[in-house]
């Protein structure tokens, strides 16, 4: 029994110490909580990708974790070691998608497109705007979708009035000398022709999806061209020469 208890002991010694033959201070176990990290983020981005697809293709209502998990790829118990449910995935993703959003109508909305004409300067901010959403189809249907969870739609509510208040500030170079009133009133009535036309361009693709693109431009051109007129400091003399009202 000495013996046994001895054998015993020494493996139990050698499985102690063998985390430490490999490096000093343990050192060749320190990478392995990172490699798990970055297999679970790995993962992480996998659900979010397939779920993007699954909320695209059948819409946020209808989609279930056994569709996400079978178009990951992975079985739903392996789905539910990151999220618990279709909701929490939903915002994982809104918070991803609207993060970038913030970027990319912050570039859109840049002080230096206020130099240009106004068709040029609608080309700039609406151009990114347009590219985005046809890049993540995921993101309409959850800016726009129901049922979609509630922390979604507040979100969606604050970048609502950020976007409103940056178009007004735009239009407000451009027409220095309307009431604040007005100028909201045009700002907020912009800002839904985009969103409308935007409905449509989402609604095709290819050469239609193009086409209406640049209806979507020529009806915001048209509403806005009057409004600011021959005077604006932002036609070129040439644009201003051929200006009509």
């Known amino acids: 029994m000495p013996e046994a208890r001895a054998k015993k002991g020494a493996a139990g010694d050698g499985a102690a110490e063998k985390p430490t033959t490999d490096g000093p201070g343990g050192s060749a176990e320190a990478p392995r909580p990172r490699r798990r ?25 209808a989609s279930s974790t056994n569709a996400i998990a079978r178009e990951a790829g992975v079985s739903p118990g392996t789905l539910y070691q990151f999220f618990p449910n279709k909701e929490a995935i939903a915002v994982e993703l809104g918070d991803q998608l609207l993060h970038r959003w913030r970027d990319t109508y912050g570039a859109a909305f840049d002080q230096t497109h206020l130099e240009l004409p106004l068709d040029r ?55 220095p000398d ?37 209806e979507m431009k020529a009806a915001m051109y048209r509403y806005l061209d009057p409004l600011i007129g021959d005077d604006s400091p932002h036609l070129t003399p040439h644009a201003r020469q051929d200006h009509t009202p």
């Open 178 to 214: 309307v009431p604040a009133a007005q100028l909201h009133r045009v700002a907020e009535m912009a800002f839904m022709v985009f969103k409308a036309g935007l409905d449509l361009v989402m609604a095709h693709e290819g050469e239609e999806r193009e086409a209406y693109i640049r």
């Open 121 to 175: 300067m609608l080309d700039a901010v609406l151009d990114p705007l347009i590219a985005f959403n046809c890049e993540n189809p995921a993101f309409f249907v959850l800016m726009h979708g129901s049922e979609i969870p509630g922390r979604i739609t507040e979100e969606h509510d604050t970048l609502h009035t950020t976007m409103l208040s940056r178009v007004e500030g735009i239009l407000a170079d451009y027409l």
């Open 37 to 61: 990290q970055a297999r679970g983020e790995a993962r992480i981005a996998q659900l979010l990708q397939a779920a993007a697809s699954v909320f695209c293709t059948s819409g946020y209502t």
